[in-house]
């Protein structure tokens, strides 16, 4: 089954704790992305890649860090998280874009991020 | 700078009724128009895509409009179920060669038994 996963689903943390959110998925897409939903602001988008080591920012990338170093894999890294990152995450992916499909993206299930 | 609008409020319509669905933009020229489904704290999934140079694309008893002159796209639900109550976002895709797909805000339709 075509899957994104992400982990955790949920999680509660302090200001200042790094923490770290794992993507991984299925497809053999080369496009990943990450997300972030909040009320009345929609998905925004934090950083996304092109391939393995192909890393650019989105419209939202302060105070993240990621990583491809496997095609299947995009963690999304808080190193020093703060109470505005409350927020709901979602990892994404698509394949190349072609003329048939454009970028149709499949997402996670979305990780509930607390920070207190 | 560049603008999605959705209707911010919540749409309710009977059931079996059609439920039509805004998506207007300001200042893009997107190559693909998508409409996508989320439901409360669930990822949004794919429903169906539109390229500017079609006007209309089906699927079962979704039907999407795409016109690019006046900028703007309708997403139909025709005999609307209470399971089709949900957010709907809209996106657009410029195309440039990699992932920049922009949503919009969504519009939550509840359908009514």
């Known amino acids: 089954e075509a899957q994104v996963t992400q982990n955790p689903r949920y999680l509660i943390t302090v200001t200042g704790k790094k923490l770290t959110v794992t993507c991984s998925q299925n497809?053999?897409?080369?496009?990943m992305s990450w997300y972030r939903q909040d009320p009345g602001l929609g998905l925004r988008q934090i950083y996304y890649?092109?391939?393995?080591?192909?890393?650019d920012k989105g419209d939202v990338p302060e105070g993240y860090k990621v990583s491809r170093k496997e095609k299947r894999n995009f963690p999304l890294i808080l190193e020093s998280p703060s109470p505005n990152q409350t927020s709901l995450y979602f990892c994404?992916?698509?394949?190349?874009?072609?003329?048939?499909?454009?970028?149709?993206?499949?997402f996670g299930e979305g990780s509930w991020l607390t920070v207190v | 700078s560049q603008k999605i609008e959705q209707n911010s409020e919540a749409l309710n319509i009977q059931e079996g009724k059609t439920a039509t669905l805004t998506c207007n933009y300001t200042?893009?020229?997107?190559?693909?128009l998508q409409w996508y489904r989320q439901d409360p704290g669930r990822g949004p999934v794919f429903l169906l895509l539109?390229?500017?140079?079609?006007k209309e694309k089906r699927k079962e008893r979704l039907k999407v409009t795409f016109d690019t002159t006046l900028k703007q796209s309708l997403f139909h639900i025709t005999a609307s179920q209470p399971a089709d109550s949900a957010t709907y976002l809209c996106?657009?895709?410029?195309?440039?060669?990699?992932?920049?797909?922009?949503f919009g805000i969504g519009t939550k339709l509840q359908v009514i038994p």
């Open positions: 996106a657009l895709d410029s195309s440039g060669g990699y992932q920049k797909v922009t």
């Open positions: 539109i390229r500017e140079n079609e």
């Open positions: 497809m053999n897409h080369e496009y």
């Open positions: 890649s092109m391939n393995v080591e192909v890393t």
């Open positions: 200042n893009y020229s997107p190559a693909y």
């Open positions: 994404a992916s698509s394949a190349r874009v072609s003329p048939r499909t454009g970028n149709t993206i499949y």
